[in-house]
Every structure is written in structure tokens, then in C-alpha cells.
């Protein structure tokens, strides 16, 4: 990962047990919440791909709701889409 709020550069290998450790604003917490983000929910984003994949080849549009997005992925959104 690249420039992920304070974080410039990691290499991370994910293991059954992952344990990260640092000094506080390190980044530790925008990386975790971005692992968190990507691997939540796989099954229903696989789901939801092939749905908007099935809409294209059948439509050729495809309809996404950001709002409802952003309330399924909430950790993740807040990371990339600051709501004030």
C-alpha cells in the first residue's frame, strides 16, 4: 500500500494471525480499516459484481447507489469520502 493517510509505503503479508505495532499516527488504523474494508462482505461483493455484470450483458447499463454504498462499507467510506 501507498500513501494511505500518515502511511507512505508497506509491504504486508496477511496470515491467519497479523499483529501490527507502532507509535500512534503511524497509520496503523487507516491500514487496518482499508483490510477491513477489501475483505468484508466478499461473498456479497462478488454477488453484487455479478449482478451489475449480468445487468450489462442483459441492459447494457448498470444502476449504483453511492448512498447505499456508503452506509454497507461505513469504515471504508469514512476513509475515502469524508462526511462532515
Do not use: Q, V
Not at 40 to 67: M, Q, R, V
Amino acid at each position: 500500500m501507498k500513501n494511505l493517510g500518515s502511511l507512505e509505503h508497506a509491504d504486508i503479508s496477511l496470515k491467519p494471525l497479523t499483529i501490527l505495532c507502532g507509535k500512534n499516527n503511524t497509520g496503523k488504523t487507516w491500514l487496518m480499516y482499508s483490510i477491513y474494508g477489501f475483505l468484508k462482505n466478499d461473498l456479497d461483493k462478488l454477488n453484487e459484481i455479478n449482478n451489475i455484470i449480468n445487468n450489462l450483458k442483459e441492459n447494457g447499463t448498470f444502476y449504483f447507489n453511492l448512498l447505499e454504498w456508503i452506509e454497507k462499507n461505513r469504515p471504508l467510506a469514512k476513509i475515502f469520502i469524508p462526511l462532515h
